[in-house]
């Protein structure tokens, strides 16, 4: 089965840091791409970040530029996403998302809550 296991949320302070992980097993094919989402209570989930593993293409929202840096372990089995100049809009659950052929596996997810 595939699993993907998130950890690393919690409160930050404006302009603080945080670092989200993701455990990724049951994968075994090469040529997927894994990233993370978020979703803010009352609006729909939106991309943040993702590695397409193929040949590791990395793609960055807009409103994280700069800001935000995914990455991953050699293994392909840990997701790193490393958030700075947090700020309080950046408040939300963040979920791991792997999508293999077309499927979308997703984490339970981890709350971030940036105080202003």
């Known amino acids: 089965d595939v699993r993907l296991v998130e950890s690393g949320g919690g409160l930050a302070q404006a302009g603080g840091s945080l670092t989200l992980s993701c455990v990724v097993s049951?994968?075994?094919?090469?040529?997927?791409?894994v990233g993370w989402f978020r979703q803010a209570p009352g609006k729909e989930r939106e991309g943040i970040s993702c590695?397409?593993?193929?040949?590791?293409?990395?793609y960055y929202a807009d409103f994280v530029k700069g800001r935000f840096t995914i990455s991953r372990e050699e293994s392909n089995e840990i997701v790193s996403l490393q958030m700075n100049d947090l700020k309080p809009e950046d408040s939300a659950v963040y979920y791991c998302?792997?999508?293999?052929?077309?499927?979308?596996?997703w984490g339970q997810g981890t709350q971030v809550t940036v105080a202003s």
């Open positions: 998302n792997a999508n293999v052929g077309g499927i979308n596996y």
């Open positions: 049951g994968i075994t094919f090469n040529d997927y791409a």
């Open positions: 590695i397409v593993n193929e040949d590791a293409t990395i």
